[in-house]
Nanobody, 123 residues
């Protein structure tokens, strides 16, 4: 059974930075695509960063240049470095994983989810 545990959320002022971590266990192999998604109140869950096992990445325009996803395959851990945070980034952030090692840009297509961590950006 895949388990994903996020950490690193919190409260930060606009323009600040946060680094989220996601520790994965129960993966049958490292060849999973890993993603970070977020959901703000009243909005649909959206993908904000994706990384394949090979290291190739995807970002939507809303976070490109501000967010960086990385992974340590030896530790089964994925990170999301978030810089220049804006109040619009306030949401619950979820780590996601899928055994199909391809860039997945639609949140509901991921098989496995963490419990989420709150990120709040004050203006």
């Amino acid at each position: 059974q895949v388990q994903l545990v996020e950490s690193g959320g919190g409260l930060v002022q606009a323009g600040g930075s946060l680094r989220l971590s996601c520790a994965a266990s129960g993966l049958t192999s490292s060849a999973y695509v890993m993603g970070w998604c977020r959901q703000a109140p009243g909005k649909e869950r959206e993908v904000v960063a994706v990384i394949r096992y090979s290291g190739s990445t995807y970002y939507p325009d809303s976070v490109k240049g501000r967010f960086t996803i990385s992974r340590d395959n030896a530790k089964n851990t994925v990170y999301l470095q978030m810089n220049s945070l804006e109040p619009e980034d306030t949401a619950v952030y979820y780590c996601a994983a899928d055994r199909n090692n391809m860039i997945i840009t639609t949140a509901h297509r991921y098989d496995n989810w963490g419990q989420g961590t709150q990120v709040t950006v004050s203006s």
